[in-house]
């Protein structure tokens, strides 16, 4: 790893950012991996996937090359899991899953890490990422340019970063993108089973409904569902459609 890492770093003026296609698994080897054709692919900021708020800070009050002087001599030192980390697991829970029924198949879910770092700090990162067992196939520095290039290219389903300034970007580019942090209150998730929960309002369907209850109060929102119920609403996807009937009953779950 710190070979191969090194020679990117060597090539350095030819290469302003790093994306590497690789597996790096709990056995510490290396082999290029393609994308799955038809996987759901999520990338996920190591902002999120791990605790760096001690980097950040240095970062922050002492500049790059201090922090990059800090990630090398704390690269044997795996960070701690961040706000995602449940999520991805569970997500390769899924995988493992799918793996043992159907051998043959290609997984569901595609994760792909990314970071705004040099590749200084890849073997910290390579190192944390075997210290958890997780089973990333693919991951990219940007060295510090924005990721939204990659995104784009990688036909990502659904990106997830610490960054609001860069969710954003990736909203106007048509990326499903969310903010994450850490909260003060610890949640304990399942790291075994997925659970996802969708907003049907702006998320799933067309925000049609969410604007009349702004702009008419509740009285309203429920006149207008009644009087539009047999009226397909519009998804967000452009590819699926809702009757509004059963609408009124799981707004408000």
């Known amino acids: 790893v710190r070979v191969l890492l090194f020679h990117l770093l060597s090539m350095n003026h030819l290469l302003p950012s790093v994306c590497v296609s690789m597996r790096v698994c709990v056995r510490s080897y290396l082999r290029m ?61 899924v995988n493992a899953r799918l793996r043992e029924l159907y051998p043959e198949s290609e997984e569901l879910f595609d994760i792909v890490l990314v970071t705004y770092n040099h590749a200084h700090v890849g073997v910290r990162l390579i190192n944390t990422i075997n210290h958890h067992n997780l089973f990333i196939e693919r991951f990219c520095m940007t060295g510090g340019s924005s990721p939204i290039g990659y995104l784009k290219a990688w036909q990502t389903n659904l990106y997830l970063s610490a960054d609001a300034e860069k969710v954003r970007e990736a909203l ?12 003060n209150k610890l949640t304990e998730v399942s790291q075994t089973q997925l659970r996802v929960a969708f907003d049907g309002d702006a998320v799933l369907f067309s925000d049609e409904s969410e604007r009349i209850f702004k702009a008419q109060g509740l009285d309203g929102f429920f006149q207008h569902e009644r009087d539009n119920e047999d009226i397909l609403l ?20």
């Open 33 to 93: 991996c393609p994308k799955p054709e038809n996987a759901v692919t999520i990338a996920v900021s190591s902002r999120v996937l791990f605790r760096t708020e001690t980097e950040q800070k240095v970062y922050e009050q002492k500049g790059v090359e201090e922090y990059l002087r800090y990630q090398v001599e704390h690269e044997n030192e795996p960070f701690a899991p961040g706000p995602a980390f449940s999520f991805v697991k569970a997500l390769e829970a």
């Open 172 to 183: 106007s580019e048509g990326i499903a993108a969310a903010t994450m942090f850490m909260s």
């Open 234 to 253: 519009d998804c967000v996807c452009r590819r699926v459609r809702k009757k509004r009937i059963g609408l009124l009953s799981f707004r408000f779950l």
